[in-house]
């Protein structure tokens, strides 16, 4: 059974950091593209970040220089450190795995990936 679990979630003071971890099984994270999406309530699910894609990360300008994406090939899990968080960053964060090479274009998409995480909750406020 193919799954992703997401945790490290929580509450945090704005200018914190957070590393969230994305616990793969079913699925090797060094097989497909691994991405963080979040979702804040009434908006859509926005891309961060992706791992492995051709190589190497890409990340969405809104989080580029705070967020960075790292992977344990060991433990089949993806992290998503976050640094000097703001109120803004507060959402739903999920993982997804993805299929083959997308092109760029559609990294951003949620369609592009089939694979989803229950996604765990970043709050950020003082």
């Known amino acids: 059974q193919v799954q992703l679990l997401e945790s490290g979630g929580g509450l945090v003071q704005p200018g914190g950091s957070l590393r969230l971890s994305c616990a793969a099984s079913?699925?090797?994270?060094?097989?497909?593209?691994m991405a963080w999406f979040r979702q804040a309530p009434g908006k859509e699910r926005e891309f961060l970040a992706i791992?492995?894609?051709?190589?190497?990360?890409v990340y969405a300008n809104s989080v580029k220089g705070r967020f960075f994406v790292s992977t344990d090939n060991d433990k089949n899990t993806m992290y998503l450190q976050m640094d000097t968080l703001k109120p803004e960053d507060s959402a739903v964060y999920y993982c997804a795995a993805g299929a083959g090479s997308p092109i760029q274009s559609s990294l951003s998409l949620p369609s592009t990936y089939s694979i989803w995480g229950q996604g765990t909750q970043v709050t950020v406020s003082s």
């Open positions: 791992s492995n894609w051709r190589r190497r990360n």
């Open positions: 079913g699925v090797s994270i060094t097989s497909y593209p």
